[in-house]
Nanobody
Framework: EVQLQASGGGLVQAGGSLRLSCAAS????????IGWFRQAPGKEREGVSV????????FYADSVKGRFTIVSDSAAASVYLQMNSLKPEDTAIYYC???????????????????WGQGTQVTVSS
């Protein structure tokens, strides 16, 4: 079965860290684009970070630059989002998504992705 499994969310105090995982199964992980998105209550879903597993090119939303790091582990068929210096405004459900188009030159919008995982809740308390 082709799927993405997101995990690693939880409750953390402001200033703390979490690492989210997005595990892929049922498809060849190489030459894909994997993105992380988030949706806060009452807000639209927004892109957080993206990585190409082809050339490891990455993009970040301005709101997370310098705090979040996205990495890919092809052997584990997983992409990780290391989130440091978390703020209450980072509270959201985080989703990972995959596209079979591995070449990116900017942060692709939602229609670019063909497969979505279930969300994982991240809550940052003040």
């Amino acid at each position: 079965e082709v799927q993405l499994q997101a995990s690693g969310g939880g409750l953390v105090q402001a200033g703390g860290s979490l690492r989210l995982s997005c595990a892929a199964s049922g498809f060849t992980f190489n030459d894909y684009t994997i993105g992380w998105f988030r949706q806060a209550p009452g807000k639209e879903r927004e892109g957080v970070s993206v990585i190409s597993t082809r050339d490891l090119k990455t993009f970040y939303a301005d709101s997370v630059k310098g705090r979040f790091t996205i990495v890919s582990d092809s052997a584990a068929a997983s992409v990780y989002l290391q989130m440091n210096s978390l703020k209450p405004e980072d509270t959201a459900i985080y989703y990972c998504a995959a596209s079979s188009h591995g070449h990116i030159i900017s942060f692709p919008p939602e229609p670019f992705y063909e497969l979505w995982g279930q969300g994982t809740q991240v809550t940052v308390s003040s």
